[in-house]
């Protein structure tokens, strides 16, 4: 079976496999679909093989190469490979690991591992929110949404429609990252 869909992130990504695997599908391979360059698009290709479910985990750890064997290894020996055939890392910036084990549900459940995943995706989003407030902001100047003077709140709304988005979605990922870091580094210093 073949799939091409948009990457959303690693935990859409991750939820995309699982729900694959829950239907009695296995990743064999993942390519990019570079058609559309400011589109990332994944070409999935999977085999049906109900008789090995898998569980997908997507981690987005930045390794330095002289520890990736470390890493790897760290891994599996929790019971967790690393998929291979992933040949679009260069959207993804990610490690994909399966296990056969249904009863593996986390990578690393420790606090910290949690808090610094969490605090990864916040910052992911808040790139994301910049670059999305960019669009807008450029959709607002090319494609105006109303000229007429601001007479009311309405005309006001309408008229800053892409402003007042682009705006709400930045505060938005702001409050998030934020929050995350205050978490973990509230959590690193009642550690030392």
């Known amino acids: 079976m073949f799939a091409l869909r948009l990457y959303h992130g690693d935990v859409s990504l991750e939820n995309y ?21 400011v589109l990332p698009m ?8 109900p008789a090995h479910p898998c569980r997908y985990r997507v981690d987005s750890r930045q390794v330095e190469s002289q520890d990736l064997n470390d890493y790897l290894t760290l891994y599996q ?15 993804t910036q990610s490690r994909i690991f399966y296990t056969l084990d249904p ?16 605090l990864e995706l916040a910052r992911l989003q808040l790139k994301s929110a910049f670059f999305v407030a960019f669009l807008f902001i450029i959709g607002s100047l090319l494609f105006p949404l109303s000229q007429a003077p601001v007479t009311s709140l309405g005309h006001f709304i309408l008229k800053y429609l892409y402003h007042l988005m682009a ?5 938005a990922a702001f409050i998030n990252y934020f929050y995350w870091r205050y978490r ?9």
């Not at 239907?23 to 559309?36: A, D, E, I, R, S």
């Not at 994944?42 to 093989?49: E, T």
């Not at 009863?103 to 969490?118: T, V």
Request: aromatic letters at 18%; hydrophobic letters at 35%; charged letters at 25%.
């Open 184 to 192: 973990y580094h509230h959590y690193q210093k009642n550690q030392l």
């Open 42 to 49: 994944i070409f999935y290709q999977f085999k049906k093989d």
């Open 103 to 118: 009863q593996k549900l986390a990578l690393f459940s420790d606090e910290d591992s949690n808090l610094k995943n969490r």
């Open 77 to 91: 020996d929790d019971g967790w490979q690393l998929f291979r055939d992933n040949y679009a890392k260069r959207i």
């Open 167 to 171: 705006f709400a979605l930045c505060v």
């Open 17 to 37: 496999l699982n729900k694959k695997a829950k239907k009695g599908y296995t990743l064999t391979q993942m390519t990019p679909f570079l058609l559309f360059p």
